[in-house]
């Protein structure tokens, strides 16, 4: 069983939320936290799998509760969900260990399909408001990165959503051959997951 914290604010979306995660078989929502420092304190007394962050929280805003949530508990997996138009958080949610985000005007079948690849160990971007949120916070001048000419074909393609299957096909090269690649960008560049690859990619200029 996937265990689920629902991190919001608002009472009627954590309501939403439980429902719909607790209608996905293998998915259990065992709790709730109304800010962010109610969702460290959770996910410190009984480490969640997966956990549904909002950003803008009293007392402690979802980045920095991502932050200790995933300096505790590595294993964990943060998705934000948000309203990106109105939440300039993002980036750094993402800088502090989260797998991914969604806007919350997402459908709820999208959401679940979302749920489900994060927890069998995929990242996640939003379509459309990742290239927007990166290209707007990224920092600036370009980062250097110590990666091979291979890489960083690797990487670029990863950065543009290909998955390996399809960068195997586009680089002419076997899937293990991506996959290894992928494992040793992860490493050179101190990455938790592909969303943090992504990253990467913007910071150097190479998408």
Known sequence: MIKVLV????PLIRASFRRLI???????????????????????????DLVLMDVRMPEMDGIEATRRICAANPQARVLIVTTFDLDEYVYGALQAGATGFLL????????????QAIASGDS??????TRRLIERYVSRPARRLDITGREREVLVLVARGLSNAEIAQTLYV??????????SLLLKLDARTRVHLVIAAYEANLV
Request: aromatic share 4%; charged share 20%; no cysteine.
């Open 7 to 10: 991190a919001d604010d608002q």
């Open 22 to 48: 607790d209608s996905v078989p293998g998915f259990q929502v065992y709790g709730e936290a109304a800010t962010g420092t109610e969702a460290v304190a959770v996910a410190t007394s009984e480490p969640p």
């Open 104 to 115: 919350k005007d997402t459908p709820p079948t999208e959401l679940i399909r979302s749920v």
């Open 124 to 129: 996640l971007l939003g379509p459309g408001a």
């Open 174 to 183: 076997t899937l293990s051959t991506v996959k290894t690649h992928v494992s």
